[in-house]
């Protein structure tokens, strides 16, 4: 697995900006794509840099105090943790708030009956950017 998930998110954050543009618009896809493109990021960096393997992942969630979170909360709540840990608090903060924000644009345009535009794509895609910034910056993974 040491360059799927990695892949997978770069065919993502790919997609994302190709599906927000003309003259696809399709703007829902696009969000989902920009989210996944960093959740997978994410995940990627807790299984290889972290090697926290995928069973222990879901074991830990099911003891966790808070184990009414969702398997992304989760993951994403560890690799917080693990910023933290390396003394990256400014860099958690905002990688948690600009993540948390993501999701949020991405569970409206996956699940709810709202109209998503391009604005709110390009938020998305953005905000992709950002956290993608964020975690390269931090861990210097290999991105392509």
């Known amino acids: ?86 003394k990256d608090i400014t860099e958690a903060s905002i990688f948690k708030n600009k993540i948390t924000e993501l999701k949020s644009l991405r569970t409206n345009s996956d699940y709810l009956a709202v109209s998503i535009d391009k604005t709110i794509s390009d938020k998305a895609y953005d905000l992709a950017i950002e956290i993608t910034g964020i975690l390269q910056k931090v861990y210097r993974y290999e991105s392509n």
């Open 1 to 86: 697995m040491s360059t799927l998930l990695r892949d997978k998110a770069i065919r993502n954050f790919d997609a994302a900006r190709i599906l927000k543009e003309i003259p696809n618009h399709h703007h829902c896809s696009s969000v989902h794509c920009s989210y996944f493109s960093c959740f997978q990021v994410v995940k990627y960096i807790v299984i290889e840099i972290y090697k926290v393997d995928d069973n222990s992942i879901y074991n830990s969630r099911k003891v966790d105090p808070l184990g009414t979170r969702s398997v992304h909360e989760y993951i994403i709540e560890v690799l917080r943790r693990k910023l933290v840990e390396k």
